[in-house]
């Protein structure tokens, strides 16, 4: 007699940890420019400091709401074991959520697991707040006249005293999005993400799946 037996073994890819390995490296990238051209006048190199900065900026939110969605895709098959829940239930309150906006999604997890909600008013709350808003204001880009600042110039004030300006911009030049274009921004975006996922993992009591791989997101120098 023989038996057969057939093993299916899945697979699910995640992203929340490439993401922030990347906005680590391009945090790193621009600060080889910035130390390449230290002294120097403002130059064509800005253009190469701009990128980096922006793609930090982008990848570091990116990684902060793939991170929430896959604690729901955790909560869903099974790996992470949450407060009873009826898994068609929470796919249920997955489709009417998946749109809110990012740290809206934090919060309703936290309900979700009978824990309170975050207090806004924390700084690492605040910090990933503002991170959030600089990358909608990058991608839906709006040009404002330096002179006549309103939302860029909110942006600006939020971002004032979190990091050192540009060294190659003129001090009268708007904070956003001209001064603010230094690796300082980088490592802030970067540790801030970092900072918030850490504090929201203690406070949700679930773990932090980037702690693994901390040698790998290396932005500071």
């Known amino acids: 007699m023989s038996i057969t037996a057939e093993i299916t ?15 680590a490296r391009f945090s790193r990238l621009c600060h080889e420019v910035e130390k390449d051209n230290y002294g120097l006048s403002l130059g064509p190199f800005f253009d190469e400091i701009i990128s980096y900065v922006t793609a930090t900026i982008l990848s570091s939110v990116a990684s ?3 991170n929430i969605n896959e604690i729901f895709a955790d909560a869903r098959d099974g790996i992470l074991k949450l407060k009873p829940l009826d898994i068609k239930l929470l796919a249920e309150i997955w489709q009417l959520i998946e ?4 740290l809206e999604k934090y919060q309703i997890m ?12 924390v700084y690492k709350y605040q910090n990933v707040d503002t991170l959030i808003k600089v990358r909608n204001a990058i991608v839906h880009f709006k040009p404002e006249w330096h002179d006549e600042q309103e939302s860029h110039g909110k942006i600006g004030k939020r971002l004032q005293g979190k990091f050192d300006f540009s060294p190659f911009v003129d001090k009268n030049s708007p904070i956003f999005p001209t001064r603010a274009m230094t690796h300082g921004f980088t490592a802030w975006a970067v540790q ?3 900072d918030f996922i850490q504090w929201y993992s203690e406070h949700a009591n ?5 702690v693994n791989f901390m040698d790998k997101i290396n932005f500071a120098i």
């Open 64 to 66: 902060i709401e793939s």
């Open 9 to 23: 073994v899945r697979q699910r890819s995640d992203f929340a940890v490439q993401h922030m390995m990347a906005a």
């Open 99 to 102: 749109e809110k906006p990012i």
């Open 192 to 194: 801030s993400s970092l």
């Open 206 to 210: 679930i773990p932090n799946r980037y």
């Open 110 to 121: 936290l309900v979700l697991n009978g824990k309170n909600r975050l207090e806004k008013g």
